[in-house]
């Protein structure tokens, strides 16, 4: 009957498994930051939701862009 013995890690195992432990803690960490990053750039209350540049002058509304949708004589440039 074959007897089963526990054998030592080989050094290669050793310095794979500190590589993945080190790799592991790298993508932890650029989780943690990009998750910091939009919690940041979240607006507050009451600011803009979606567009940043809406609110500013020049901007895009809903107004132009039903423009060339609408029926004739209800806005739009003929």
Avoid: C, Y
């Avoid at 507050?44 to 107004?63: D, I, R």
């Amino acid at each position: 009957m074959a007897q089963m013995t526990m054998r030592r890690d080989h050094e290669l195992h050793h310095r794979r498994r500190g590589r993945n432990l080190g790799v592991l803690v790298m993508l932890i960490g650029l989780v943690v930051m990009l998750f910091a990053i939009t919690i940041v750039k979240m607006p507050q209350a009451g600011g803009t939701v979606g567009n940043p540049s809406a609110s500013q002058a020049g901007g895009w509304g809903a107004e132009d862009f039903a423009a060339p949708f609408a029926p004739e004589g209800q806005g739009g440039t003929q």
